[in-house]
Every structure is written in structure tokens, then in C-alpha cells.
């Protein structure tokens, strides 16, 4: 058994899931529908088109992200695979992190046909009222890429909590609470560091500062705005994102794994 | 026997509840019918990437309650629906995506002729033209209500220089320039279509800045021998060719218009060409307006 088995596995058995296969129907639904809305706007029907499949789309994958990342270990050794697999020579880091890797791939897989269905019904929208200025392809992409990229963090972190715990609500709520934080801490932190934060208790601002490096910072991977509206995208500030969510996922998922190695499993 | 009966009551009760859950959700207030307006960094705060759609939402959800007002009275409002809710709901769009144009233009079509709130729907789209910087709707929509409904034409000129400036359409050149010549600034509107007309690319095009400047600069030559009469005889001129008799001017500059320049009654040297090309037959008629 290599690592290389896990994510087969893991991948074969997302694959083979009929809630899954429920959340992907929701997702084409969701797609499809966008021409329909977008074609209420009055003068950004492109614009607008591009928003909600960007907005569908990150709907689908949080919902994925939680859902695999929050059950995808406490699952298994529910089911007491875990206490099959293990027997095999795959160590507990192994299986871990094959898992995470199985479902990232899965993922990766939902986002490339989430971009393209997009893709189809962007152009289709399109055509019925185009817009003056042109679609920015590669900054719509780009949006997509960076939604993967904060979805794998936010798995990862899903996944860290449903080690700890012996349930799917644990990991579940709390992975929605990180998500809920890490989405509003750029704000809070531009807020508390602005002049209207000297009026707030010291101790409180360094412990709010303090939770903000701490969280996963969402805002970073957000381009949906520039993707919409074509803006200009600093491609130095796409990479710094892409190079902390790999070092914070890498950290989350060691930390995920030295959790499993010390917890006591039936 | 007793089953399919009972669902078809049940059917039947649940349709007689949804019409009159429906009617009575029609006669929701306002407050209730587009919600409260939440706070604008609360609400970013909290719905990270989904802002666009949100914002989408929210404008769509105005145009919505609005267009509610013309289908029940066909075209015709009876109850006027409440424009500061309104109001306040597409600010409350554009603070959450300052891109969002269907917030502005919703704004410019509902707010100016239904209420002549044309000051308020500028200073919304003052804030959509820091977003929306290749945008020349915006400005010209700006500039139409600064004429049109406010009378400041020094401002609509401003406003329509930069729509000029982000189309290169001569039409909002020619508007800017008439606006400063109205307001007075024919310096201003001088120096702007020269800039035009050095930046155009089509002949044609400077051609129509080049005509446009030339007028101004006849305006210019007749405003500075009006000050000169005003200053030798304390009064303005009863008509321009008192300026030919006293000698300020060989004679009167010609309009590249077709018109021909008289004093209104306001003292401001018009033309009777309006700047606008006069057709063939209209530059045949007398023009009895000095």
C-alpha cells in the first residue's frame, strides 16, 4: 500500500458518493441558471453573468471543502477502516495525507468543469447583450485557480479538526467559523489598525491583531472583482498567495497528522 | 378511497394558503418589501467574495419593487414607491461593489425626470467614476444632469470633458465646449478643443474640434469688444453692429456654423446657429434676431 493507493482510493471512493453526486447536481443547476439571472441586469449582463458563476461556484466548492474535509477522517475510522488499512504498510501520516491529496485532486477536478460549464454560460450570456469591454479570460481563471487554492487550505483545516474529533459537527462548525473569521479579517484588521482603532482597549487590539495573523487570511485569494470587471491583476501578489496557501496548508496538514499519530483509535 | 382524498383537500387547502399568503405579501411596507439596509462594512465584513452578487442582488431587488409600481397601474404610478428606500438600497450596491454600472444608470433613469433629485444621483456617480475609470456613461450622465435639471453648466462642462476624454466621441466635446461657452469659460473650452484636436486621430474628426474652436474663438473676439464697448460707454450695445460703427471690429466674425452672432437679452453673444451645421435652406433665410 503506497501513498500513491491512498489517493487512488480516496479519489474512487469521493467519486462513487451519492451525496456528492447530489452537491455536483446542485452545482450544474446553480450554472445553468446563471444566464437566466444575469439577463435581469440592465447594462452588465456579461459583468453580472461572470459574478454569479464566480459566486456559484465558490458556493459549490465551500460546500465540498467542509463537507469532504469534515468527515473524510472521523468517516473512516468510524467505519473502522482505519483499523484495516493501518495493518497494511502505510504509516498514519501516510494515510492522512493521502486522503488530503485524494481530495484535493477531487477538487481540482470539480473546478476545472466548474470554470468551463462557467466558461459556456458566461459566453452564452454574453451574446446575448455583449459589453463594451471584453471578458478577461485569464483573470477569469485566475479567479478560479485562487478559489481552489483557498478551498484546499480550508479542507485541510476541516480535515486538522476532524482528527481531533470522534464526530462530523466538531469539524464541521468549526471549519465554518475559521471560514467566517479568515473571510472578515482583513477587514477587522484595516479597521482596528485605522484611527478608529486607538479608541479601542490595547490589550483587546493586540489580541484581535494576534488571531488575524493566526487565521488564514481568505481576502488574499479573492480576484472575483477583477475577474468581473477585467481589472488588472498583480501577478507578484497571485504567487505570495499561491506560496501561503501552500505553506499554511502544509502546516495545517502536519499538524493534522501528528494529531492522527497520537490519537488512540478503536 | 380515503387517501387520495384527503391529498387532494390538502392540495387544495395548501393552494387556497399560498394565494392568500401571496396577496398579502404584495401588501408588505417597504421597509419589509427591500428589507432595512444593512450596514455596508458589516456586510462586507461578512460575505468575502460573494459582494458582486450581493450587490447584483440588491439592485435587482429595487428595480424589481419599482417595476412592481408600473404593472399594477399599467404605466402609470399611482402610489409613489418610497425613493429613499430606494435610494438608499443602491448606495448601500455601490458601497459593496463600486463597479456595479445597473446601480448608477437605475439611479440616473429613476431618481432625475421622476424627481429632480439629479444633485443626489451626481454624488453617486461621482463615486462610480473613481471606480469605473474607462467609463464615459458615467460622466455624461453627470453632465447631462448638471445642465439639464441643475443649470451649472460650468459643471456639466467638467463632467463632459472627461467623458470626452474617455470616449473620444466629438459629440461630448461639442457639448463641454457649449457648456463653457454658457457658464462663461470660453478660455476653458478654448484650451480643452485644443487639446481635442491635437489628440484626434481621424481628420474628420479634427475637423469637427477645429470648427468647434473656431467658433468659440469668435464668441471670444465679440465677449472682448463687448467689455471694451462697456468700458468706453458704460452700457452694453443695443446690437453687435453698433461695435462695427464705433470701430471696435472691421465687422462682425462669421459663425463656421452657418449662423450669424446677435446679443441676447441677457448679454451673452449668441448664434443663431446654435453651433449645431446649418442645411443649405436654413442659411438662405434672413436672420432678424439682433
Redesign the interface.
Known sequence: MTLINQVTLTLRSVLSDRILHAICGVAVLLVVLVPVFSS?????VQ??SI??A??AS??VLLVLATQLGASSVFREVDRRYTSSVLTLPLSRGEFVAGRFLGLSLFLLLTTIILACGSALVILYATSTYPSA?PIAWLTLFLAFGT?LLKYILLMAIAMFFSTLSTSFTLPFFCTLAVY?AG??SQ??FE?ITGSLGDQMPAMLRTLTELTYYLLPN??S??L??QA??GLDVNLGDVALSLLYAVVYTSIVLWAAIVCFKRRELP | MMRPLVFLLLLALLGGIVQEQSNRLQQRPTILKLGPVPHA?LV??????????LS?RTV?SV?FYFGSFFEKHTNRMQDAPEYLSMYNHLKHAVQL?P????AY??AEAAFTWELGRAKEVNSLLDYGMKYRT?DYQLPFFAGFNAAYFLKDYATAARYMQLAAERSNNPLFTKLAARYFHESGQSAMGLAFLDTMEKGAKSDRVRQIYHQRKEALLAVNAIESALEEFQMRYQQLPESLSELVTKGLFDEIPSDPYGGKFYLAADGKVRSSSKFVMQSLENEKKPVDTE
Open positions: 435581469f441586469s440592465m447594462r452588465q459583468e453580472s459574478g454569479l464566480l459566486s465558490s458556493l469591454r478559489d467566517l473571510s472578515a477587514e477587522v479597521y481568505f481576502s485569494f479573492d472575483h472583482v468581473v470587471y | 462594512g462586507r465584513a461578512t460575505t468575502g467574495e460573494h459582494l458582486t452578487a447584483f435587482i428595480m461593489d463597479y456595479n454600472v445597473d444608470y437605475f474607462w
